[in-house]
Nanobody
Framework: QVQLQESGPGRVKPSQMLSLTCSVSGGSITTDSYVWIWIRQPPGKGLEYMGVVAYDGSTYYNPSLKSRTEIARDTSKNQFFLHLISVTPEDTAVYYC?????????????WGKGTLVIVSS
């Protein structure tokens, strides 16, 4: 069974960069049927799709976040990463990583438990 685990700092100061790691076990991030996704949920709000890194390393970003977001991967460690620059308190959220279908990025079958990141000075 595929398992995903988010890790990273629980608090980031405004204007700094938020960096999170998603460690994947039970499946390879290079398997060609899947993409690897970052999603977040601000307090009291709905889920926001941030972007993906596909099995071939290609990426797709939510246009509203594209200018501040980078998603990368380390295939040797079976991990993928989220980097979000110039954070503000509005970036406070629970951040999730998930696995999606390469034919339908919105079709997600495995999720991490999520990690809360608070942007505050």
């Amino acid at each position: 069974q595929v398992q995903l685990q988010e890790s990273g700092p629980g608090r980031v100061k405004p204007s700094q960069m938020l960096s999170l790691t998603c460690s994947v076990s039970g499946g390879s991030i290079t398997t060609d049927s899947y993409v690897w996704i970052w999603i977040r949920q601000p307090p009291g709000k709905g889920l926001e799709y941030m972007g993906v890194v596909a099995y071939d390393g290609s990426t797709y970003y939510n246009p509203s976040l594209k200018s501040r977001t980078e998603i990368a991967r380390d295939t040797s460690k079976n991990q993928f990463f989220l980097h979000l620059i110039s954070v503000t308190p509005e970036d406070t959220a629970v951040y999730y990583c998930a696995r999606g279908s390469s034919s339908d990025y919105g079709e997600m079958d495995y999720w991490g438990k999520g990690t809360l990141v608070i942007v505050s000075s």
